[in-house]
Structures are given as structure tokens and as C-alpha cells.
């Protein structure tokens, strides 16, 4: 529908209504007449602009001139029409031009820095297995004053110096004296007496398991092994400094490591093959290791020289110990044979062979330092008796080689492991197992600790795992390892918990 202005006689662009006379304007033209009359101009009654009422249409589309609606004008506007669109279509094709050049060289940067970050990758990898192997060590004199205190404060047997010494037979037995016996029996007095007088007390500094239950991941140290041969295959933590942890690789090197500084204190190198277990010595700045290569040496950390080489066996060592005296070492084999060694002097004392073991895989000492645990690849624990060098017990249920033992500072617990997803509790007065903490399926152990209370149990495999004793309830679990977890220790008090893996990361858990 179209409108007519009163006044102008043309259809209006702004059309509105006067509420006075009826009448449609142009607003425009009214408000200018209202301006200069200050009445209606139809009826001559008086009005404002403020009463003027819109009117709302369709937008008008105003006639082509008279002069366009010949054939030759339409020709030309045609023709007009036309040029714009080429000209609009070639402004395109080089915008679409400059486009692709520069989306071709975002990719080529793209594929250039993707380049350089492989490359600063690999470089930054081998520099950090530079810096672990070729960096001076905090606290390592010369190579000359190492040799003269390790002359001057340790013994060093000609057969344990060393360390590039070529394969030899097992070293011959010297017997253990009366004088050793003895020193075994009154240790294993003076501890027994000693957890008599703590009985069922906790410690007061103790962590409780609800604080436990809170332990996060604090720190992860990746760069203590080489990253070509990636692997950490056990740990162990100094009980008395135990901001110190060692830990044993792929690698053949053993690498003592500050967790509150986060830095390599020394790399003992000097096996041939990779270290499978380590010890850290609980009142000396001493390191025990034992590898495939079928030697256990004995480290001076100060120094990183190696004090002792000791060559008990024929075959792998699978498994390390040390007694509570901190005098005496047990280790087992794959060649079927435990041995009791002297560590200060190098001597094995006794070895004993059990030729229906099938080989033994770990050993570990009972707290008291008089009887001790062996595992077999045969699926037997197996209990023996030091003073007799005689099997005593023998739990045979697990199925698959044990991979893991471990006694409780209680003296009546022992933990064991197997390929068979389960840990299992045994009663070392009533020698049954008493207890079977069934793991998910698949689910692959690979070390056992309790703390230094008997409170908790650590559970190293496909992850880590913390129980309560007793209960044996499941308070934490570690899920951070990328690999298998190898090893696991309780740092004092269980103020922190520590974690080794085949990730090649040493993995620290607290509050």
C-alpha cells in the first residue's frame, strides 16, 4: 500500500500520521511546517511534532529515471553492472592468491620448527646424559685425593680394586669363625629385646594413614640414568641422611641422588652389565650393588671408587642383603647358591648350593640378622637358618618364580611376591600364610617393603600401592609411572615415600 504526502503529493520516505486532521506527511515537510506555523496544515488546528504518529511500511523502490528505460541506457547499465563484477572478481582472485602464499609458508615454518624441536630434543637428551656422566660431582675430590683416603681410611684387597678386572671364579669360602657367630647371636639379642621394649607402641613421628592418604607426586627426576638404555631396576634409601636415595639402572651405573637439593651427588660406575639391586649402608656413606656380571661391589660415595669387589658367584646375582650388623652382606644366584660375605674384608665367609631351588631370584635378611628368606624360580620361599647354613621352613603356594620379599620389623611377618597378581601374608610362628591381598589381573609385582615400623606395606608393579598391616586396607595408590614401578621405599617415619620405575624417573610422594 502506498501513501501520499498532503503537502508534497509524493510518496513519502518517512510517512506519518496527524492525529489532528487524518492527514499523511512526509515528517520532513511537517515537522519544518509545524516549525515555522505551529498548526496542521490541513485542518489549521494547532499541533506538535511530538504528536505525530509513524507509520510503518515496506521500503519504497523508487521508478528507474525515464532516461535509463531506453535499450541503449540499459545496454550501459548492463554494461556497468558487468565491469564492477570483474573487477570484484579479480580483487578476489588475489586476495585467494596472497592467501595461499601465506598458508604455504605457515606450513613451511610449521615443518621447520618442527624440525628444530626434534633436533633440540635429541640434543637436549644427550646433554642431560652428558651433564649425568661428565659433570663434576658435589663433594668429589681429585682423582688422586680420592685414592689416598680411600688407602688411607679403607682396606682394599687387591681383587677389589679393580674395577675393570676380567671374569673370575667364585672366591673360595674362609668359614664362619666362632668370633662371627658370636657377633651375629648378640645383635640378634639386643634387637630382640629392643622391639620387646617398644611391644605394640607406633612411633610417635609416624605418619598417619590419613596423611598418607593425602601424598601426591612431589618430584619427578627422569635424568639419573642414561636415556639409551632407559630403565631403573631398584633403589634404596639411607636411613640415617634420608634426603639420599640410590638407585641402580640399565644403564650399568648406580647413581646416589639428593631428593630435598634435586642433584646427583655421585654415579658409581664399574659394572659390566646392569646393576639389578642396590643398598644404601644405613650409618655410612657406603653403596652395595650386584648385577649379572656376577660380582656385588661395595662403594665409597665420597669418592665413587669401588672398595670391595666381592665374587661369591658363578652366575647372576639376583639378590642382596645386609645384615643388621652392617659388617656382612647375603646374596643369592641363579647358579643356585647363597652367600654370607664379609664386607669389609671382600671374604665370603660361607656359601651354601640348593640344588632344588632352580635358582634363586631374591634373598633378604629377617630383622634379627638370624634367619633369612630366599626366593626361587621354582614359586618356593624358602626359610633358612644362618648359624646352621640349614633350610628350616618352606612355604611352596605361590605359582611362578617369586619376584619379591620382604620381613616386617615386627618379626612375624613376611611379605611375598609372584607372577600370579597377589601378595601374600605369612605367620612366621604358625609358618602358614595368613592373608592374600589379590591384585587386579595382570597386575605384575615387582618389590615389597614395609616401613620401619611393621605399619605399612608398599606395593611395587604396574603401579604403587600402600597398604595398612593388620587391616591391610588399601590407603593410597600411585598411578604417575609410565612403566613398571621396580622398586619402592618408606623414607623415615614414612615421611616421604620414593619410587623407581622403567620410565627411567625416580618419582618422590608426600604431602
Known amino acids: 500500500m502506498a501513501f501520499v504526502c498532503a503537502i508534497s503529493n509524493e510518496a513519502p520516505e518517512h510517512p506519518c500520521v496527524s492525529p489532528v486532521s ?59 553492472e558487468w565491469d564492477a ?13 596472497t592467501a595461499r602464499q601465506e598458508l604455504s609458508h605457515a606450513l613451511y615454518q610449521h615443518d621447520a620448527a618442527c624440525r628444530v624441536i626434534a633436533r633440540l630434543t635429541k640434543e637436549v637428551t644427550a646433554a642431560r646424559e652428558a651433564l649425568a656422566t661428565l659433570k663434576p660431582q658435589a663433594g668429589v675430590p681429585s682423582a688422586a ?18 674395577t675393570a678386572a676380567k671374569p673370575e671364579q667364585a672366591q673360595p669360602e674362609a668359614g664362619m669363625t666362632a668370633e662371627v657367630i658370636k657377633q651375629l647371636q648378640d645383635k640378634a639379642t639386643v634387637l630382640t629385646q629392643e622391639r620387646k621394649k617398644r611391644g605394640k607402641t607406633v612411633p610417635e613421628d609416624l605418619v598417619t594413614p590419613e596423611t598418607l592418604r593425602s601424598y601426591r607426586t612431589v618430584s619427578s627426576n627422569p635424568g639419573l640414568h642414561s636415556a639409551s638404555v632407559p630403565g631403573i631396576l631398584s633403589l634404596d634409601v639411607h636411613q640415617e ?20 637439593t634435586e642433584q646427583v651427588v655421585c654415579i658409581l660406575k664399574g659394572h659390566t652389565k646392569k646393576v639389578t639391586k642396590v643398598i644404601y649402608h644405613p650409618e655410612e656413606d657406603t653403596v652395595l650393588s650386584a648385577s649379572p656380571d656376577a660380582t656385588i661391589r661395595v662403594w665409597n660415595v665420597p669418592t665413587s671408587q669401588t672398595v670391595q669387589l666381592i665374587r661369591a658367584h658363578d652366575g647372576p ?27 669389609r674384608t671382600g671374604r665370603v665367609l660361607t656359601k651354601v648350593a640348593d640344588n632344588s631351588s632352580s635358582g634363586f631370584t631374591t634373598a633378604q635378611f629377617h630383622p634379627d640378622g638370624l634367619i633369612f628368606g630366599t626366593g626361587t624360580s621354582g614359586s618356593q620361599i624358602k626359610i633358612w637358618d644362618l648359624k646352621e647354613r640349614s633350610n628350616v ?9 617369586i619376584t619379591a620379599i620382604s620381613f ?85 617415619h614414612g615421611s616421604y615415600i620414593a619410587s623407581a620405575s622403567m620410565d627411567r624417573t625416580l618419582k618422590v610422594y608426600s604431602i
Not at 85 to 97: A, G, P
Not at 318 to 327: E, F
Not at 393 to 401: E, I, L, T, Y
Not at 421 to 427: I, P
Open 22 to 80: 487524518g492527514a499523511v506527511f512526509e515528517r520532513r515537510l511537517i515537522e519544518k511546517y509545524i516549525t515555522d506555523n505551529g498548526v496542521d496544515p490541513v485542518a489549521n488546528k494547532p499541533l506538535s511534532a511530538d504528536e505525530l504518529i509513524d507509520i510503518k511500511v515496506s521500503a519504497l523502490v523508487k521508478p528507474k529515471a525515464p532516461s535509463a528505460t531506453s535499450i541503449p541506457a540499459i545496454l550501459k547499465s548492463l554494461q556497468d
Open 241 to 260: 641422611d634420608t634426603s639420599k636415595i640410590v638407585t641402580a639402572g640399565s644403564d650399568r651405573n648406580c647413581t646416589v641422588f639428593n631428593k630435598d
Open 408 to 492: 616386617s620389623e615386627n618379626g612375624y611377618y613376611l611379605a611375598t611376591s609372584t607372577d600370579d597378581s597377589s601378595v601374600k601374608l605369612w605367620d612366621l610362628r604358625k609358618l602358614k600364610n595368613f592373608k592374600t591381598i589379590q591384585l587386579d589381573d595382570g597386575y605384575e609385582v615387582k618389590d615389597l617393603c614395609f616401613d620401619q615400623s611393621g605399619t605399612y606395606l608398599a606395593v611395587a608393579g604396574t603401579d604403587v600401592r600402600v597398604y595398612m598391616c593388620k587391616q591391610w586396607l588399601e590407603l593410597v595408590t600411585f598411578t604417575d609411572h609410565t612403566a613398571l614401578a621396580t622398586g619402592v621405599r618408606f623414607g623415615q
Open 85 to 97: 563484477v570483474m573487477l570484484h572478481s579479480f580483487t578476489l582472485r588475489q586476495q585467494l592468491q
Open 393 to 401: 621352613a618352606n612355604f611352596p603356594s605361590h605359582s611362578g618364580p
Open 317 to 343: 646375582v639376583t639378590g642382596l642383603s645386609l645384615h643388621a650388623t652392617g659388617d656382612y652382606v647375603l646374596s643369592c644366584s641363579s647358579d643356585e647358591n647363597w652367600a654370607f660375605t664379609d664386607v
Open 145 to 162: 685425593a680420592a685414592a689416598a683416603a680411600v688407602g688411607a681410611h679403607t682396606p682394599q684387597p687387591a681383587a677389589a680394586v679393580d
